[in-house]
């Protein structure tokens, strides 16, 4: 049997009608920049997510950097985040001319606690940037409060937890914004890069659609040093027919991870743990094997494909093997040994049964 690690064919064929309905209307309406698909998207999944405001971009990362220039982030600045994340979480600070400071996880849902946070805070530090990973939400009572002690903006990374909760509230409202990313394979995927940001400050609001619409309020009118990042109507209108189905693709993916973490009983392999107080939409089911080639290389030959999120800690990435980043032992640790296991929509219980049966036969 061959289980790749995602596919998008069984959840888009089921939708298929509907994309090709929107492609033609946004087709035939001649508009593919700023249109009705796009307002129409921002308010529902603003209010899909309870949120104020929501602002389109192109991408999860100009979503972070916006949101970051909005904020009046840049040069002299530091911003708190995890070690272990992928790169755009840190590419978006280095983008504004800040200063990266990374905080360890918590080892048990690999997510940011309030734990470390004081510790790296200094005079510079202008903002707490928390990355919900994996589709797990990250401690945000801890981080809320230690940011408001401060008087630290708080920007949430949501790009692989559209629909994940901390104590029945949906990520990215908890900040003073959410970003979020709609790659392909994110639980809410596009067919092409997309993104938003969510807030529920109008001002910051406007101030994100100027700067994203080459730093204009109006029509060659530009009252900041903007640039191009605008959500185009095409993708709007995919997304608007996927944020209708997106409960019940997040309910399946629950459904799946149940079936792994109740069959999978190897000692060899770490289940992924839920911490108190939250859902998990599991973007990635992510599991920790010391021994973590020879499981992925035998699982391959058994046709189950595999990922890695992410390989490589970002303070040993060679973009940054001159910047003088703390000792982070716990980002390694999880490089080192975390193995993405098969989760997608249509997956069925065949599929996941194989992949159980293969994992408890791994000696």
Not at 66 to 84: Q, R, T, W
Request: glycine share 8%; hydrophobic share 40%.
């Amino acid at each position: 049997m061959n289980i790749p690690f995602a596919t998008f064919e069984r959840m888009h064929a089921a939708i298929r009608a509907e994309m090709a309905d929107a492609f033609e209307s946004v087709y035939d309406a001649g508009r593919f920049i700023q249109g009705t698909e796009c307002t129409k998207f921002e308010k529902e999944f603003a209010a899909w997510n309870g949120a104020g405001y929501c602002v389109g971009v192109a991408n999860g990362l100009d979503a972070l950097s916006l949101a970051m220039k909005a904020l009046e982030i840049g040069k002299g600045d530091e911003v708190i985040l995890p070690s272990n994340t992928f790169i755009a979480t840190v590419l978006a600070v280095n983008y504004v001319g800040a200063t990266p400071i990374f905080v360890e996880p918590d080892e048990t849902t690999y997510n940011m606690s309030g734990s470390g946070l004081e510790a790296v805070i200094s005079v510079r530090t202008k903002a707490i940037m928390p990355v919900h990973l994996y589709g797990q939400a990250a401690q945000m009572d801890e981080i809320t409060e230690v940011a408001g002690n401060h008087h630290l903006y708080v920007i949430e990374d949501c790009a692989q937890a559209h629909g994940a909760a901390f104590q029945n509230r949906k990520v990215g409202t908890f900040g003073d914004v959410g970003c979020f990313s709609f790659y392909p394979g994110k639980n809410l995927g596009a067919l092409g890069d997309a993104g938003a940001i969510l807030t529920d400050n109008p001002d910051l609001a406007d101030r994100i659609r100027s700067l994203g619409n080459y730093g204009s309020d109006r029509k060659y009118h530009h009252i900041y040093k903007g640039t191009n990042s605008r959500l185009d109507e095409m993708q709007a209108a995919f997304l608007r027919i996927k944020l209708r189905h997106l409960e019940e693709y997040n309910e399946e993916r629950d459904k799946i991870a149940k079936k792994y973490r109740d069959g999978i009983q190897n000692p060899k392999i770490r289940l992924p743990q839920i911490g108190k107080n939250r859902n998990h939409i599991w973007h990635i089911f992510a599991v920790l094997c010391e021994e973590r080639e020879r499981l992925r290389a035998y699982l391959a030959q058994k046709g189950i494909e595999t990922g890695c999120h992410y390989p490589i800690a970002l303070k040993d990435q060679p973009c940054y093997q001159n910047e003088n980043f703390a000792s982070l032992p716990i980002a390694r640790l999880i490089a080192a040994q975390e193995l993405s296991l098969p989760l997608f929509i249509g997956m069925t219980d065949t599929e996941i049964e194989y992949v159980i049966d293969a994992l408890n036969a791994f000696k």
